[in-house]
């Protein structure tokens, strides 16, 4: 975690090959949590791919494949105020919406 003028910034990064290699790290604010990177990863991911191209989005935290398991299922009911990372959430819930193509998330 890094904090800066009081605000604290967690890192995320994106790899892989989306018609070429593509290696992509950016700060994340809000909560300094390894989760908080995780989803922002995913989310960036989603929005960088081709939405028309097949997509496997390689992850090790289990609240995304969780949150993306139930909301394909049609259960997904977050309450909101208790997700501290909803606002990634949303825009990857977002992001995934909106692919044309099949998304594929692996632990």
């Given at each position: ?10 890192g ?6 989306m018609?070429?290699?593509i ?16 989803m ?68």
């Amino acid at each position: 975690m890094i904090t800066v003028d009081e605000v604290q910034l967690v890192g995320a990064g994106v790899t892989g090959y989306m018609s070429e290699f593509i290696r992509f790290s950016f700060s994340v604010g809000g909560p300094a949590t390894s989760q908080r990177g995780e989803m922002a990863a995913a989310a960036m991911a989603l929005d960088l791919a081709d939405p028309n191209l097949p997509l496997t989005v390689y992850t090790d935290c289990m609240s995304i494949l969780n949150a993306v398991v139930r909301w394909r299922r049609g259960d997904f009911q977050p309450r909101m105020e208790d997700e501290k990372h909803q606002d990634i959430l949303l825009d990857l819930l977002k992001n995934l919406r909106h692919r044309a193509s099949d998304t594929h998330f692996v632990w």
